[in-house]
């Protein structure tokens, strides 16, 4: 295990509780009376057609997004009551994985992983990180962290230069030097190799087996059932919550009826590929989200 200088002062998320959350763009709902309660250190996945609510849950989990109505608890706290200094500190302990990467590409693979501990640190310390790189406590941190990850030696290596697969292990690296409580991972294997795809999912398994809550958006069906849970979403509704074995072939039927790639599952990776030259694109910057704790 790496450990984190965080402060010990910092309060644990704990349970998470949503409760018939609502959210609208427009007049069409992206949530519709959303209601789950998810345990400290479960590990859940969540599945369903493209625009079933899989990314604006986890958009409502880090308050990026108004609701039309419902409410979410963070532990004990109303999480769209947080004062601004609150809100901060959650964010501090949520960690997020995206597809796209959302690395500075032109910054070495060691300072991208260096951004993990961007939210616990002064303004003036994280601009010198950016200038001159991680201080060498930080800098030890990251060294066994890609190492961790199979990318030893890869700090100094301008991130733009590493294959895809490489690029997403930075971002997993940025997790481990962050230790968060939560992590909510938005399709990370869409665009990886089945190489890359297990060396990611061992790695986020050993960040939920050491306490932190995993949360997994994925499209592969063969791989949520990995995960002990697993909810569906349809129009913003869950439509199925429970283990791998009570998602039977009807289920996912009626999960992905009028989805035209039904589900991604089924497909082996030569067929995924042909879907991931479509959408990866691995220097993408930020998209209002960023990917040290989304913000």
Do not use: C, W
């Not at 030097?177 to 999912?201: G, H, K, N, S, W």
């Not at 569906?232 to 009826?257: C, K, M």
Request: charged fraction near 25%.
């Amino acid at each position: 295990m790496i450990s984190s200088p965080r402060s010990k002062k910092e309060t644990p998320l704990g349970r998470l509780a949503l409760e018939d959350v609502t959210v609208r763009f427009g007049k069409s709902p992206a949530l519709e009376d959303f209601t789950i309660e998810v345990e400290p250190g479960e590990r859940l996945a969540v599945i369903g057609a493209s625009g079933a609510g899989k990314s604006t849950l986890f958009r409502v989990l880090t308050r990026s997004v108004a609701l039309a109505k419902g409410h979410i608890a963070v532990g004990e706290r109303d999480l769209y009551a947080l004062s601004k200094k609150e809100l901060k500190g959650v964010r501090r302990r949520i960690g997020t994985i995206y597809q796209a990467y959302n690395l500075v590409p032109q910054l070495p693979a060691g300072v991208n992983a260096a951004l993990g501990e961007v939210g616990g640190m002064s303004s003036l310390k994280t601009l010198r990180t950016f200038l001159a790189g991680p201080d060498v406590a930080l800098a030890q941190r990251i060294e066994e962290t890609l190492d961790r990850v199979g990318l030893a030696g890869r700090a100094r290596t301008r991130t733009a230069d590493l294959s895809g697969g490489q690029q997403q292990r930075v971002a997993v690296a940025r997790l481990l030097v962050q230790r968060p409580d939560l992590i909510l991972a938005d399709e990370p294997f869409a665009a990886v190799d089945p190489v890359t795809t297990e060396r990611v999912i061992g790695t986020l398994f050993e960040l939920n087996d050491e306490g932190a809550t995993l949360l997994v958006n994925l499209h592969d069906v063969s791989i949520a059932r990995r995960f002990p849970r697993i909810i569906a979403l349809r129009e913003g509704r869950t439509v199925f919550d429970g283990s791998p074995e009570q998602l039977t072939e009807e289920r996912l039927s009626r999960i992905y009826a009028g989805d035209p790639y039904g589900t991604a599952a089924e497909q082996d990776y030569e067929d995924q590929d042909n879907v991931r030259r479509h959408v990866e694109d691995p220097v993408r910057l930020m998209e209002g989200r960023d990917g040290i704790s989304a913000h």
